[in-house]
Nanobody
Framework: QGPLVETGGGLVRSGDSLTLSCVGS????TGWFRQAPGKGREAVAC????????YYLDSKMGRFTVSRDGAKDTVYLQMNNLTPEDTAVYYC????????????????WGQGTQVTVTS
């Protein structure tokens, strides 16, 4: 497993959208996590090696979409209608096949990309 690289973060306003990219997953199960200042790292969404998707933040249902482009070796996290509560460093991570919301289940992590949402 090579390195993972996240891109796409930035400074946006409430109601805006962002799409994060994670390159290097090589078809493995790929999870998105986030860590806000002073808080623990929490699972956001995941796509398995068979492209089954899972979402872990009930309040975000329908606003976040995870997808994969195998030809580009890229997993995306589309985030819509962002709020200041979405401000965090977003990480992608991989594991062999299935999705998991548990941080320790993932063996490889990217360096993270900062998302800041202003009101």
């Amino acid at each position: 497993q090579g390195p993972l690289v996240e891109t796409g973060g930035g400074l946006v306003r409430s109601g805006d959208s962002l799409t994060l990219s994670c390159v290097g997953s090589r078809g493995r199960g790929t999870g998105w996590f986030r860590q806000a200042p002073g808080k623990g790292r929490e699972a956001v969404a995941c796509i398995s090696s068979s492209d089954h998707t899972s979402y872990y933040l009930d309040s975000k249902m329908g606003r976040f979409t995870v997808s994969r482009d195998g030809a580009k070796d890229t997993v995306y996290l589309q985030m819509n209608n962002l709020t200041p509560e979405d401000t965090a460093v977003y990480y992608c991570a991989t594991r062999s096949y299935l999705c998991s919301s548990t941080r320790s289940a993932y063996s490889t992590w990217g360096q993270g990309t900062q998302v800041t949402v202003t009101s």
